[in-house]
Structure formats: C-alpha cells, structure tokens
C-alpha cells in the first residue's frame, strides 16, 4: 500500500499539433477516494486524480477522446472508471478489471456506459499472474461481448507467455510496447517476440509508456526506436496514451513532453493518423 506521487502539476503544451479527434489511448483516473474507495489488497496508494484533472489534461494536450484503463488499486470495482464515462458523455471509452463473479447483466450494463475490453495484469509488483482457471473464463465472456483483452506484462514474460497469445479468440493488447529494458537494444528478445506476436492480425500494442521502457531518463528519446519499430510493423494496430498519472514509475514525466514524441515516433500525417485517431476510432466504436 505504499503511496506514490501525483503527476507533474505544470503540464508543458507541447509543439506538437494533434489531429481532429486525438485519442489518449491509456489513462486512468483515481479516486477521489472519499467517493471510491481503493481496493483493500491494492500493492500502492494514489493521490486522488479525478476525471475533471484528466480533462483538464486532455484540453491542454489537444486530445479529444480517450480510453479510461481500470487501475489496479481500485481492483475489481469499476465505479470510479464508469462514473467517468458518463460524466464524459460519449468522449471517453473504457478497460475495465473483471474476473468471472461478473454476471451478464453487470457486464451489459458496462457495455452500455462504454467498456470496451478487460485488463489482466501479469506484472510481478502489481501483484503477479492471474489464476489460470479465473482468466480463460473471463476470456470467454469476452467473445460473447466482443470486447478485447489487454495485457500488462513483464518483458521477461513476453517469449513463455506468447504461445498463449496465439490462441486468444479475440483482440488482444500489449501494454506499453511489452516494457521492454531500452538498454538491451531493439535485438532483446522480449521485443523481438513482441515484434512476432504483431505479425498476428488480433495483435495491438500500445506505444507509450516510453518513461518505463526508457533506462536513460528524461527526455525518454531512448524509448523512441521500439516505438517506431512497432508502428512501422503494425501502423494499422498501434495506439497511444499518455498513462496519466504515471503511477509507479521511476521518473515522473511532463505529459507535454511525452506529447511531443509522437512525430518521433510516427513521422508522417498519415502515420500519426492512424494512431491517434483511425485505430482506436475503430477498436473502441468512437463516431467518426
């Protein structure tokens, strides 16, 4: 339950000019706690980071739409997460956490508000993997909602876990390109099976998270190569997000920093297009 730090308080506007319609692909909200509890087994305690602050964010980083990914540290209770998405009248879709308690009634009415997928972390400090039996089931009840799947994982995890991500029935997402170690070199072969699984047409993954992937620090330009590896070998099935309000990381970046990667990233209006617009326009049911 450790506390960790609120994000960077003096958001830069960056240099970079979203497109109409912009999507943050992957961000959170927080509390506020006096309304939604945090989970009583949650691995670490957030400030309150509350939808009106990550519209705030949104205004200042020229991004219209966003995807609300359900945070661990409110675990399987979503009402923070669904009170956002109607707050945000139709802007905002979601991820949420479920496991297989969920009835169908619950999960029609979550579909209803805007949720989109189900998230099950894998990662080792959030609490490791999920029992096996728990997420086939759930998985099942995803092709029946036609949602997808996203997965947190550990780049060491990557190679072993990939098998089964070949026999998903449905979309599944890698978040923050596998967080792969910069230092290793795109050659690693936790990216190197990434690289594999975007060969998969229900293969996506998410380019941000470049503050984690990073081992040089700020400005996160080490990040940018499996970035642009990813996008160039799935320009169709990439998405980006600024993860606010970072939880958990080593630095703690200025989102409009992070902004103003993405023409490193993706280099042409086209290219930058389809990530933040055409692709999660798409995966998430937004109107065009």
């Known amino acids: 339950?450790?506390?960790?730090?609120?994000?960077?308080?003096?958001?830069?506007?960056?240099?970079?000019?979203?497109?109409?319609?912009?999507?943050?692909?992957?961000?959170?909200?927080?509390?506020?706690?006096?309304?939604?509890?945090?989970?009583?087994?949650r691995s670490y305690t957030p400030p309150d980071a509350p939808r009106e602050a990550l519209a705030a964010l949104h205004a200042k980083l020229g991004l219209e739409r966003a995807v609300i990914v359900h945070a661990s540290c409110h675990g399987t209770d979503n009402a923070a997460t669904l009170d956002a998405l109607e707050w945000a009248g139709g802007r905002w879709r979601a991820v949420a956490v479920i496991d297989d308690q969920f009835s169908e009634a619950e999960l029609a009415r979550m579909h209803a508000i805007g949720v989109r997928g189900a998230r099950f972390n894998f990662v080792q400090h959030l609490g490791g993997r999920p029992e096996q039996k728990v997420f086939d089931r759930v998985v099942a009840q995803l092709v029946e909602l036609g949602w997808h799947l996203v997965l947190h994982l550990d780049a060491k995890d990557i190679e072993e876990?990939?098998?089964?991500?070949?026999?998903?029935?449905?979309?599944?997402?890698?978040?923050?390109?596998?967080?792969?170690?910069?230092?290793?070199?795109?050659?690693?072969?936790?990216?190197?099976?990434?690289?594999?699984?975007?060969?998969?047409d229900n293969a996506w993954v998410k380019v941000c998270?470049?503050?984690?992937?990073?081992?040089?620090?700020?400005?996160?330009?080490?990040?940018?190569?499996?970035?642009?590896?990813?996008?160039?070998?799935?320009?169709?099935?990439?998405?980006?997000?600024?993860?606010?309000?970072?939880?958990?990381?080593?630095?703690?970046?200025?989102?409009?920093?992070?902004?103003?990667?993405?023409?490193?990233?993706?280099?042409?209006?086209?290219?930058?297009?389809?990530?933040?617009?055409?692709?999660?326009?798409?995966?998430?049911?937004?109107?065009?």
Not at 19 to 28: S, T
Not at 180 to 195: R, T
Not at 259 to 288: C, E, H, K
């Open 209 to 288: 998270g470049s503050e984690r992937v990073s081992t040089e620090g700020p400005p996160f330009t080490d990040a940018v190569p499996f970035a642009r590896a990813l996008v160039e070998a799935a320009p169709d099935r990439v998405l980006w997000g600024t993860d606010w309000p970072h939880p958990n990381v080593k630095w703690m970046p200025n989102d409009g920093d992070l902004t103003d990667l993405i023409p490193l990233i993706a280099p042409t209006a086209a290219l930058q297009q389809a990530l933040l617009v055409d692709n999660p326009q798409r995966l998430y049911g937004f109107s065009a």
């Open 161 to 200: 876990l990939a098998p089964m991500c070949r026999r998903l029935p449905v979309p599944f997402i890698i978040d923050h390109m596998g967080r792969v170690v910069a230092k290793q070199g795109v050659e690693q072969p936790a990216f190197q099976a990434l690289l594999g699984l975007m060969q998969l």
């Open 1 to 41: 339950m450790k506390p960790i730090p609120g994000p960077d308080p003096d958001t830069r506007t960056p240099s970079f000019k979203a497109p109409a319609g912009a999507c943050d692909a992957h961000c959170h909200v927080f509390g506020p706690a006096s309304r939604f509890p945090y989970a009583a087994d």
